[in-house]
């Protein structure tokens, strides 16, 4: 069974960082790209960015480069996403999900975490 398990959400002051964690079970990370996601209440579900370990690729959204960084560990199956600078505008539930594709379409994912929520206070 495939698993998605995310932590680290929390609140924070605009300016301040936090690190998501997403650790996996059920798949190969080595087959999987990881892609993290979020949802602010009343809008539509964003691909914030994903990660690639087969070919190495990692890709963000406009709104985060700079900003934010995606990583993976595969020896403890966790992909993590450092996040700095955090403004008002990140705030949102944070999902991780897998994909067999490299996309930050999150139609094209086949599993999903539960999602952290994130808060950035101005």
């Known amino acids: 069974e495939v698993q998605l398990v995310e932590s680290g959400g929390g609140f924070v002051q605009a300016g301040g960082s936090l690190e998501l964690s997403c650790t996996t079970s059920?798949?190969?990370?080595?087959?999987?790209?990881i892609g993290w996601f979020r949802q602010a209440p009343g809008k539509e579900r964003e691909g914030v960015s994903c990660f690639s370990k087969y070919d190495g690729l990692a890709d963000y959204a406009d709104s985060v480069k700079g900003r934010f960084t995606i990583s993976g560990d595969n020896a403890k199956n966790t992909v993590y996403l450092q996040m700095n600078d955090l403004k008002p505008e990140d705030t949102a539930v944070y999902f991780c999900?897998?994909?067999?594709?490299?996309?930050?379409?999150?139609?094209?994912?086949?599993?999903w975490g539960q999602g952290t929520q994130v808060t950035v206070s101005s």
């Open positions: 059920g798949l190969n990370l080595d087959y999987y790209t």
């Open positions: 999900a897998a994909a067999t594709t490299h996309s930050l379409m999150a139609s094209g994912y086949d599993y």
